[in-house]
């Protein structure tokens, strides 16, 4: 069986203080999910417990138990977040109360995607009181994802209404979308503890993705890569866990302070933690009060928890029952991805008022009342497509890594919808990166503008090196992409290739008198030293030029090979150089070998000149150095006499 299409699931209860979730669970499980000895006294659930429990079918679920008192709401958030089904739980002695209302808001928030009315100790209360209890609660949950949830009657403490209550389950598990277990491994943290001879473990519901042992994970935001020395899934060892399991993780040389729960195990590389979201708040329609620009608030992410400023962007009030895009500054770093649902809790008092999901989980800092900023939100919260490619946009490029970090989607899911957006003309790829076609098009055309703007500023030049023409472009660009895109721009002739340079198609260059006859004194004063040719500098003395802007009218004699540029300080007369050359092949006509004093004396020059030349034939390949003397290697036939 393909271990990615099961049904890994998580139930959770949700519901009052003391209306029996504990007991349900325990009743379904036969495992008593208070663990601490406060809450078996007290009788009432002060944090999160967790449970195994099997189907008649086999098939195993993680069941996770919430407190219902209102002091412990924050535990309570801690733990439903992963659910896939609830068990929205009512004593039929007591009805809809207080935190019953409250945790279906949440519930709401979440968008949690199916769940179960159980309505408890039955056994207590006649049947037709049962009814109105019924009625009353299928009143409270209209309007929300459970309206048309099934409903089932039980006693826990008798065992009545239990089998219907597991064959119920079942059928909703199985109306459940199998997990992807494809995109990055992310494992928030909800409990961690110390096993003397093992270390620190950690736990919490995988929500995406998939972890072996021997896996390097990375724990934030410790920002600390540690291995994974051991797995357990309900409380026994297995080498490998998927998204939607219940995990226990041993984690090798960790410090079980650097867990606290709200901390995120997951895929190296991947997550970053954030102080800066954008998202969608919706605000509840019986909300206290309006939201005001910067107010703060609670803010309650998969198991952690921080206080964030809110920064609306296209208001200055959200009033109940309203939804905007908001950019929430947090006084703590979180893990956050796209997607990703959270609850908004009253700084004072506290009180649930609204949720949301981020949009970006590492946005730049906004500007208020700008439509450019609004309209770009808005592309990244319609789809997965649209993600990727508002996210192509704000980088200018990416590579499928980089937009696999942003987005929290698997690769292989990535690469599918770039497939699209290609076949639709919305991105190009140039080599590992992608871009959107818009950004292509101007990166297109300021190539070509910048090498126009070459052109007029440097007329002489034959053209601006390729170096220098990447950098009109951002640096996230790759050598690899920059050159695809210049290869594009060639094949059709919008630019063309001088040399090493780049030229604009229609460009001439033109030389005024004044360089021109700076140019000729240059190449009579060569032509006139011929072999006895000295640097630069000299040169330029014997003919009573400045060095200063004569760099430009080398580079031309050199294209016009009128110059042959031996290295950085020794040139040659073109007619000097050939006669060079002739005397090279001639020598290896009737000679093995060569050496440095042999070719002094036969072309006439100084050692440094003759050095410099024959080190430019040997980077031609015409000849090979072997120590202290140089064989034919390459050399160019002799062309044949007139």
């Known amino acids: 069986m393909n271990l990615q299409s099961e049904h890994h699931v998580i139930i959770g209860t949700a519901g009052h203080v003391d209306h029996g979730k504990t007991v349900l669970i325990k009743a379904l499980t036969g495992i008593e999910t208070d663990r601490f000895k406060e809450e078996q006294e007290r009788g009432i659930s002060i944090d999160i417990g967790f449970a195994p429990f099997r189907l008649a079918d086999g098939t195993v679920v993680g069941v996770v138990d919430v407190p219902g008192h209102e002091r412990f709401i924050h535990n309570m958030l801690a733990g439903i977040g992963g659910i896939d089904l609830v068990l929205l739980v009512v004593d039929v002695n007591e009805g809809v109360m207080p935190q019953t209302r409250e945790h279906l808001q949440i519930l709401q928030l979440l968008q949690i995607p199916r769940g179960i009315l159980v309505l408890t100790k039955c056994d207590t209360a006649d049947p037709e009181f ?54 990055p491994m992310r494992l928030p943290i909800d409990r961690h503890f110390t096993v003397a001879g093992f270390g620190t473990v950690v736990t919490g519901t995988l929500l995406s993705g998939q972890v072996k042992i021997g896996d390097q994970v990375e724990v934030l935001p410790a920002d600390v890569q540690v291995r994974v020395r051991d797995i357990q899934v309900h409380g026994k060892k297995v080498d490998q866990a998927f998204a939607g399991q219940r995990v226990a993780l041993n984690l090798a040389g960790l410090d079980r302070q650097m867990v606290p729960r709200g901390s995120v195990v997951g895929t190296p590389g991947v997550f970053t933690p954030t102080t800066r979201c954008d998202t969608r708040v919706t605000l509840l329609e019986d909300a206290p009060r309006p939201l005001r620009f910067r107010d703060p608030v609670h803010i309650c992410l998969g198991t952690a928890r921080a206080v964030g400023l809110v920064a609306l962007l296209d208001r200055d009030v959200l009033k109940p029952g309203e939804s905007a895009l908001v950019q929430i500054h947090l006084d703590r770093p979180l893990v956050a991805h796209r997607q990703d649902r959270f609850i908004i809790r009253s700084y004072s008092p506290l009180a649930t008022i609204g949720g949301g999901s981020v949009v970006d989980a590492n946005p730049i800092k906004h500007k208020r009342f700008r439509d450019e900023v609004m309209t770009a939100l808005k592309e990244l919260e319609s789809g997965e497509r649209s993600f990727l490619l508002g996210k192509l946009q704000e980088l200018g490029c990416g590579t499928l890594k980089e937009l696999e970090i942003a987005s929290g989607l698997g690769r292989d899911r990535i690469q599918d919808h770039l497939q699209a957006l290609a076949a639709s003309s919305q991105v190009e790829q140039l080599g590992n990166q992608w871009t959107t076609t818009d950004t292509h098009v101007l990166w297109q055309q300021r190539l070509e503008e910048s090498v126009a703007d070459f052109h007029r500023r440097q007329p002489l030049q034959s053209g601006i090196a390729r170096a220098t023409l990447k950098g009109a472009l951002p640096q996230q660009l790759s050598q690899k992409g920059f050159d695809l895109l210049l290869e594009q721009l060639l094949s059709e002739n919008r630019l063309l290739l001088h040399g090493e340079a780049i030229a604009s198609p229609d460009f001439e260059r033109s030389i005024n008198p004044a360089d021109q006859e700076r140019m000729d004194k240059i190449s009579t004063i060569y032509r006139n030293a011929g072999p006895q040719a000295k640097n630069k500098r000299e040169m330029l003395e014997q003919a009573a030029l400045s060095p200063t802007g004569c760099d430009h009218l080398f580079q031309l004699l050199f294209e016009q090979k009128t110059l042959i540029k031996l290295n950085e300080e020794s040139f040659l007369h073109a007619e000097t150089y050939q006669h060079a050359l002739k005397l090279l092949q001639q020598h290896f006509a009737s000679h093995k070998t060569l050496t440095l004093a042999e070719f002094r004396d036969q072309f006439g020059s100084a050692r440094k000149q003759v050095q410099a030349l024959l080190e430019y034939w040997d980077s031609l390949k015409y000849t090979l150095r072997k120590e202290n003397e140089r064989v034919a290697w390459k050399l160019p036939e002799v062309p044949p006499e007139p």
């Open 130 to 183: 049962v009814d109105l209890v019924e009625e009353d609660v299928r009143e409270e949950v209209a309007g929300t994802f459970l309206q048309e949830a099934p409903c089932c009657r039980v006693s826990a403490l008798e065992g009545t209404g239990m089998e219907q209550l597991v064959a119920t389950i079942s059928a909703e598990i199985k109306q459940l979308p199998p997990k992807d277990c494809d995109g």
